[in-house]
């Protein structure tokens, strides 16, 4: 027998095999991340159905969110299951989600919390957050254990999450949770969650420009980026920037509208897995309390 050409011969039929699935799913990736969403269904969902566990993470969130087909949280809550059981961290973030709300199941702290510690473990930045702010509140039955919050949030920090930098940035300004207080450690926290489109980031940095906290007050800056974080919906920001521009020169407001368009055109929108985790508060409220984390 010759072994080496059989080798040949079958690592070549399992790449015929493979190419097929790996084209889908980047097919039925490029369309959903286009929000293409019908037809990054029908291509995502057979993946799903064939236990591809990043399928199965999408099709999940599209049913949750209604993208393609009707809102479903029962149907979107099956999808979770069947990839935490694959050892997703974010299906099993999912499901910690949905104990903690009662959605589609009965409400159950404990149940949420194992969820959360079993996503936590895989690295998932979302259940970090929610173990975070459990551990530093003493929330949801939880005791509080400020060292384990902290650690917690600095490993969706390390994951570079735009809500855990956020957060981040607000209890180092403050100097809570016995960090030390470093208002240009936490400008530069929300100029990394800003970068990522997070809204609140956003409006909390042009905070900072406007009273010059943590870098040199710069109030064209403060104006660009609460016009960009009032694209973002945040309404403070918003009615921030509404009086200035109704003080100032055409001119004036053209230029930093210019500058708003020139970072977005650099920082194109990117449908992404559980955007709405993202999403600001509709106040986006300036860094102002030590609570601030729970918001």
């Known amino acids: 027998m010759d072994f080496p050409r059989a080798l040949a011969v079958l690592l070549l039929a399992l790449a015929v095999s493979v190419s097929p699935v790996r084209a889908s799913w980047e097919r039925g990736l490029a369309e959903y991340e286009a929000e293409q969403f019908e037809e990054a269904l029908s291509l995502l969902l057979p993946l799903a159905e064939a236990d591809d566990v990043r399928a199965q993470e999408i099709v999940a969130d599209m049913y949750f969110f209604g993208q393609g087909t ?142 010059g906290i943590g870098v040199r007050r710069d109030p064209t800056r403060a104006i660009t980026w609460f016009m960009i974080a009032a694209k973002g919906g945040c309404i403070r920001a918003a009615q921030m920037a509404e009086p200035w521009v109704a003080g100032h020169t055409d001119k004036a407001v053209e230029t930093v509208r210019q500058l708003v368009a020139e970072w977005e055109a650099a920082h194109p929108p990117r449908q992404r897995r559980n955007a709405n985790d993202l999403g600001p508060d509709s106040s986006c409220a300036p860094i102002a309390h030590p609570g601030a984390l729970k918001t």
């Open 70 to 211: 009707e809102p479903n949280s029962l149907e979107g809550l099956r999808w979770s299951r069947r990839a935490a059981a694959l050892g997703s961290g974010e299906a099993e973030n999912d499901l910690g989600v949905a104990y903690a709300l009662g959605d589609q199941v009965e409400q159950d702290d404990a149940e949420a919390l194992r969820w959360f510690l079993k996503a936590a473990a895989h690295g998932n930045a979302k259940a970090q957050i929610s173990l975070a702010k459990r551990y530093l509140y003493g929330l949801e039955g939880v005791s509080r254990d400020v060292a384990l919050g902290l650690r917690y949030l600095e490993a969706a920090v390390s994951s570079d999450h735009p809500r855990a930098l956020t957060s981040l940035a607000q209890l180092t300004e403050q100097g809570a949770f016995g960090l030390r207080a470093d208002r240009r450690e936490a400008f530069r926290l929300l100029e990394r969650a800003a970068e990522q489109r997070f809204a609140p980031a956003q409006m909390n940095l042009g905070f900072h420009y406007a009273m």
